[in-house]
């Protein structure tokens, strides 16, 4: 497995951008998709963005379309997500994933982090 370890979380008011990171050790992560996911407070996790091990594909959920950019630098094994234009609804835990392929299940993912937090406040 690889271990991953999220950063980049934070405070931030509505219309502002952050961006997330995750770093990869372990297995080799240049051949891992990534995914990223959220949780909010009596929520279920949902998916947000999925990218292959190439970084050519790309996958969003709707609700975030448009606003957040995953991408992925292999040569420093880290995985991002970009997040602009953030809305108080945006606010969760995130977290960051791997698996074989770059799918929007949760259960297919078999690395996670510990995750991070972001609030956006209106």
């Known amino acids: 497995q690889v271990q991953l370890v999220e950063s980049g979380g934070g405070l931030v008011q509505a219309g502002a951008s952050l961006r997330l990171s995750c770093t990869a050790s372990?297995?080799?992560?240049?051949?891992?998709?990534m995914g990223w996911f959220r949780q909010a407070p009596g929520k279920e996790r949902e998916f947000v963005a999925a990218i292959s091990w190439s970084g050519s594909n790309t996958y969003y959920a709707d609700s975030v379309k448009g606003r957040f950019t995953i991408s992925r630098d292999n040569a420093k094994n880290t995985a991002y997500l970009q997040m602009n234009s953030l809305k108080p609804v945006d606010t969760a835990v995130y977290y960051c994933?791997?698996?074989?392929?770059?799918?929007?299940?949760?259960?297919?993912?078999?690395?996670w982090g510990q995750g991070t937090q972001v609030t956006v406040s209106s």
């Open positions: 994933a791997a698996s074989g392929r770059p799918v929007t299940i949760a259960t297919m993912y078999d690395s």
């Open positions: 372990g297995r080799t992560f240049s051949r891992a998709a």
